[in-house]
C-alpha cells in the first residue's frame, strides 16, 4: 500500500498563510477523494475538508471560507491552502485518500506536517 506524503507546515504568526500538499504513490486525483484532518495537543483527530475525485469540495465550518482545496492532476498531488489562520488552526495536518474501497484501503497514513500559529 503507498503511504501518503504531506508537506508544507511551518510556523506562521495569526493572519498569515500557508500551504500544504499531499500525494502518496498510485493515488490519482480523477479516482479517489483526497479527506484532510487535524489534530491538536490534546485533541481527537477531526475532519477538516475534503475533494472529490471530479473537484468537489467540503469544508468543515470552522474552516469554511478561510482553507482551500484544489488538485493538480499532472502531479496526482492534491493542495491545502490555507489563509487567515487562528491560533486554534495549530495542530498536526494529515491526509488520507478516501471515497471509494479501493481508495480507502491501498493507502496508509503518513506522518502528517506540523502547523503552528501564533498569535
Known amino acids: 500500500r503507498g503511504q501518503v506524503v504531506e508537506s508544507g507546515g511551518g510556523s506562521v504568526q495569526a493572519g498569515g498563510s500557508l500551504r500544504l500538499s499531499c500525494t502518496a504513490p498510485g493515488f490519482k486525483t480523477d479516482v479517489c477523494t483526497m479527506d484532510w484532518y487535524r489534530q491538536a495537543p490534546g485533541k481527537l483527530r477531526e475532519w477538516i475538508a475534503s475533494?472529490?475525485?471530479?473537484?468537489?469540495?467540503a469544508y468543515k465550518e470552522a474552516v469554511k471560507g478561510r482553507f482551500t482545496l484544489s488538485a493538480d492532476k499532472a502531479s496526482d498531488t492534491v493542495f491545502l491552502q490555507m489563509s487567515g489562520l487562528k491560533p486554534e488552526d495549530t495542530a498536526k495536518y494529515s491526509c488520507?485518500?478516501?471515497?471509494?474501497?479501493?481508495?480507502?484501503?491501498?493507502?496508509?497514513w503518513g506522518q502528517g506536517t506540523q502547523v503552528t500559529v501564533s498569535s
Open positions: 475533494i472529490d475525485h471530479v473537484g468537489t469540495t
Open positions: 488520507k485518500p478516501g471515497g471509494k474501497m479501493t481508495c480507502v484501503t491501498s493507502f496508509t
